[in-house]
């Protein structure tokens, strides 16, 4: 990945100079394609752990499109609804590009001021909303569960921070380690479908809007496709007890949703992953199971946590294919 992006940095900022240099490309109408590229750049930085250039694009690009609104506003006297919509969506994007590094930059400066202080995440669970710092810095970030979980996600998603591509697990920066753990702990309990409140038993699931449109709207719900992929997120960071509490009750809610073919395909990939959970080590030592095999055997088959997950999309593939 590094050796793509190494590649693709260059004509990606070639890319932003012409566009920035071309007053049609500059316009609401190129806007969306605009944001992207500034994404895709930020990305690229990240991934070549050039953290803070790629922070001060993602901001240079926020602050590109906050003074296209200004110009936008000056020109017209109606605003456009559709154009609001495209603004909003690029303010979001664009601020969970930067929110991706400065969660964890915030952890290391708050590290540097108490190294003595260790975060038990089960002791805090019934406290208040917000608990910790990442979850006080969603809600400075971003208005809403929807855009709040969108974050958690998406920074989760991110390739410079799965645990899959980590070939020495237990030599990764701790701190990193506890801000994962933080991120999954906010994202059930803006998962959960009970609200942030014990009083407010309403289901917040929503099934006909993406969760970007809630998001933007500054919506409370969540979309269970956003629910699968932090179940998915869940597994490939191998955050057993996330994975075991959440599983049955996505999977029931979307068996009431058959007639989706999206929602079917999610259902078999959660379907198999829970079932090759037990194959993973790290699974099998958290619930004491022991595979009766020989030694040699058992030190030189290991199960990779994304050889499993290339197997479920690929298994899921084949039985939809097989049922149209």
């Known amino acids: 990945m590094q050796k793509l992006s190494t590649i693709a940095i260059d004509y990606l900022i070639w890319c932003c100079v012409c566009m920035e240099s071309s007053i049609p490309l500059m316009t609401v109408k190129y806007l969306t394609w605009r944001t992207q590229l500034y994404i895709a750049t930020s990305e690229c930085y990240y991934i070549l752990n050039s953290g803070v250039c790629g922070e ?47 969660v964890f930059e915030s952890r290391k400066h708050a590290k540097s001021l108490k190294p003595k202080f260790k975060l038990v995440l089960n002791e805090i669970l019934h406290n208040k909303w917000p608990r910790t710092a990442c979850e006080q810095l969603l809600i400075e970030s971003f208005n809403g569960r929807s855009a709040q979980f969108f974050a958690v996600i998406e920074t989760l998603a991110s390739k410079e921070h799965e645990t899959i591509k980590r070939q020495n697990i237990q030599h990764e920066d701790e701190n990193e380690q506890e801000l994962i753990s933080e991120l999954f702990f906010a994202g059930v309990e803006l998962a959960t479908l009970n609200g942030h409140d014990e009083d407010q038993r309403v289901n917040r699931i ?48 979307l068996e009431k949703h058959n007639n989706k073919s999206d929602y ?14 037990i194959m993973v080590p790290s699974y099998q030592v958290r619930t004491g199971l022991k595979i009766k095999k020989e030694k040699s055997m058992h030190e030189a088959k290991k199960v990779s946590v994304k050889d499993l997950l290339n197997v479920s999309k690929l298994l899921s593939d084949f039985v939809t294919n097989e049922s149209s």
């Not at 079917?264 to 959970?277: K, N, P, T, V």
């Open 56 to 102: 001060e694009f993602a901001r240079r690009g926020l602050q590109k499109v906050i003074e296209l609104k200004e110009i936008e506003k000056m020109s017209s006297s109606t605003p456009c609804p559709l154009r609001l919509q495209m603004f909003k969506e690029s303010f979001l994007k664009l601020k969970i590009t930067i929110f991706k590094r400065d």
């Open 206 to 253: 929503s099934v006909s809007e993406s969760i970007i449109t809630l998001a933007v709207a500054e919506s409370d719900l969540i979309t269970l496709s956003s629910l699968t992929k932090f179940l998915i997120l869940a597994f490939m960071h191998e955050k057993w007890e996330i994975f075991e509490n959440l599983i049955y009750e996505v999977l029931h809610e």
């Open 264 to 277: 079917i395909l999610e259902r078999q990939i959660l379907q198999i992953l829970s079932a090759f959970s």
